[in-house]
């Protein structure tokens, strides 16, 4: 699975040893991200600064999957944070075996501002709400962060993902999902399921 956005296969790692549990639930698949424009820039021309209004859109692809039941139910949200105060982005999605969410984004940023986008998966058991958060250049469309990073979970996890994900098309609203898996929001390609190649 090769995510080409804000992304995650979160990798399994195999416990050994008589004290050995079931990892947690894990959300396979492209991490709450976005693309923005500015819509105006409040440093000098040629500057590389960031502080300036955006707007733009905010959208997650994925599963969730445990180790010992397989696809699993919960609720994924996109939560940005500024100075550690957090702003909901995109409201709960429910995620049955799959979901795929999208929402317009607008913001101001100062120039001293810390921002991190965060992918908050709220699981429909007992396990404890998970927060995997990014900073914004492993978050935008496309993220050179992600395309040269490979993350990987087993060939069982991605195939059961991917069909699940697959389910969904052909997506809804600004979420194009293709049968195998693929994802696009707007003209980017941001999640790549087998066999690993653009069908565009």
């Avoid at 969730?64 to 139910?73: F, K, Q, R």
């Avoid at 469309?141 to 992600?146: A, D, G, I």
Wanted: hydrophobic share 45%; proline share 8%.
């Amino acid at each position: 699975m090769n995510v080409r956005a804000p992304l995650l296969a979160l990798a399994l790692v195999p416990l050994t040893g008589p004290a050995a549990t079931a990892a947690p639930p894990q959300f396979v698949g492209q991490l709450c991200g976005y693309r923005t424009t500015v819509v105006q820039k409040s440093v000098p021309p040629g500057s590389f600064g960031r502080e300036g209004a955006y707007t733009g859109i905010v959208s997650f692809a994925g599963a969730l999957y445990s180790d010992e039941a397989g696809l699993v139910a919960g609720d994924v949200s996109c939560v940005m944070k500024f100075d550690g105060v957090p702003r909901t982005v995109l409201e709960p999605v429910s995620v049955a075996v799959a979901g795929a969410g999208a929402a317009r984004l607008s913001f101001h940023q100062r120039a001293d501002t810390v921002v991190v986008m965060c992918t908050v998966v709220d699981f429909a058991d007992a396990t404890p709400t998970r927060e995997i958060c990014v900073h914004p250049g492993q978050a935008e469309f496309p993220s050179l962060f992600v395309k040269e990073a490979v993350w990987t979970v087993s060939r069982p996890v991605e195939t059961a993902a991917c069909a699940a994900i697959g389910a969904l098309a052909p997506g809804s609203g600004e979420v194009e999902v293709t049968p195998e898996g693929d994802v696009y929001v707007g003209d980017e390609w941001t999640l790549d399921c087998l066999p690993y190649a653009n069908p565009r």
